[in-house]
Every structure is written in structure tokens, then in C-alpha cells.
């Protein structure tokens, strides 16, 4: 399982594209197995998932998320726009909105944040809001096969 985060492309006053990747982030860790097996010998590191609740999701918004979000969403575009929106669907895992979640609010006062990051979470079975819906990707394939 992965946290990714990512933006609208779009094309920077200077008028080069940025591509809207910001980032992505593996949810487990790494152990190492202490016996052979047939899959791997012992000693070999291995990748475990692990399952998420609300304050592990916290954790990586907070020390992944919105540090990345800060460094790769352009200068330009943070002063373009007042406000920087976090939409997450409505998994039971993730964060309520603003002012629901404490741990949340007081952490992006700390860092001078409340402002201009805020949290949205997408409407159940709206697609016109989900940069992942399916149906972006059913309209690429068409695309894809005439070349």
C-alpha cells in the first residue's frame, strides 16, 4: 500500500509544465527474516505492509505530505493561490475535516499552515473530483491503441 500525492499539470509563468508529481510513500517497513525460504535467503531484507489508522496517516501528512507539498508545488502557484487543498476520499482511516481532528489543527498552527493547507474530502462516488477516477483512464485507452 501507498500514500501518493499529486497536482494538477500545469504550465508555470515561466511556460515550462510541471508534471504535478509530488510524491510517494511506501506504508510498512523493512525487516530482516532471520530463516531461509524458498523465496528469499535469510538475512535479505523484506518489505512488510502494514495496515494504517488515523495516527499513522497523521504521521505521513504531517512528515511527508505537507513537506513535500511545500518544496514541489511551485512559488508561483503558492502565491497564485491563497489556499492549498488536500483532498482525501472518505476513507475511515484518514483525517475529518479541519477542525475535527485536534492532533491536525494544532500541528498546522505550529507550522504556520492553517491557512493555507486545508483538508477536503471527496464526495462518495463524485467523479468529476477524483483525479483517479477509472474513467480517466477509460478515456486514455482509446488513445492509447490508435498509435
Not at 60 to 88: C, G, H, L
Request: charged share 20%; hydrophobic share 35%; net charge negative.
Amino acid at each position: 500500500m501507498f500514500l501518493c500525492a499529486q497536482a494538477r499539470p500545469r504550465r508555470l509563468h515561466n511556460g515550462a509544465w510541471w508534471d504535478g508529481k509530488i510524491g510517494i510513500w511506501p506504508i510498512g517497513e523493512y525487516t530482516v527474516p532471520q530463516r531461509t525460504s524458498a523465496n528469499r535467503p535469510a538475512g535479505a531484507e523484506e518489505f512488510a505492509e502494514q495496515s494504517i489508522d488515523r495516527d499513522k496517516y497523521r504521521e505521513m501528512m504531517i512528515n511527508d505530505v505537507v513537506p513535500a507539498t511545500q518544496s514541489k508545488f511551485w512559488t508561483s502557484e503558492q502565491a497564485r493561490y491563497s489556499t492549498t487543498y488536500i483532498q482525501q476520499d472518505g476513507a475511515p482511516s484518514h483525517i475529518p475535516t479541519k477542525h475535527e481532528d485536534d492532533m491536525w489543527f494544532e500541528e498546522m498552527e505550529t507550522l504556520g499552515l492553517s491557512d493555507s493547507i486545508q483538508l477536503v474530502t471527496q464526495p462518495a462516488n463524485l467523479p468529476d473530483v477524483n483525479v483517479n477516477d477509472p474513467g480517466f483512464f477509460n478515456a486514455l485507452q482509446p488513445m492509447y491503441h490508435s498509435y
